[in-house]
């Protein structure tokens, strides 16, 4: 079972920038896509960024433009660039491997980490 480590969450003002990175033990990237999830307080867990083998990223209508995700072969990590926050960017924020280009099956979830953004 692949393990994914997140780290590099935290409490940011709105307009301000967080890039989480999800360290990975052992190099899946050609075979599963990366993608990273929020849940929100209240709310279900959502999609908000995927990078498949083929390295075509999709994103969510609420954080195109503001967010991208992007892999380091090298270091087996992936990375969640968040600029502009919104305080309703706030939850915890998931890494998963899985398959298909939005992740229909997960293979392996993270233990999440906090991003508050204050107004």
């Known amino acids: 079972q692949v393990q994914l480590v997140e780290s590099g969450g935290g409490l940011v003002q709105a307009g301000g920038s967080l890039r989480p990175s999800c360290a990975a033990s052992?190099?899946?990237?050609?075979?599963?896509?990366m993608g990273w999830y929020r849940q929100g307080p209240g709310k279900q867990r959502q999609l908000v960024a995927a990078?498949?083998?083929?390295?075509?990223?999709n994103y969510a209508d609420s954080v195109k433009g503001r967010f991208t995700i992007s892999r380091d072969n090298a270091k087996i990590t992936v990375y969640l660039q968040m600029n502009n926050l919104r305080p309703e960017d706030t939850g915890v924020y998931y890494c998963?491997?899985?398959?298909?280009?939005?992740?229909?099956?997960?293979?392996?979830w993270g233990q999440g980490t906090q991003v508050t953004v204050s107004s």
């Open positions: 998963a491997a899985g398959w298909g280009a939005t992740i229909f099956k997960v293979r392996s």
């Open positions: 052992e190099n899946i990237f050609s075979i599963n896509t």
């Open positions: 990078i498949p083998p083929g390295g075509k990223t």
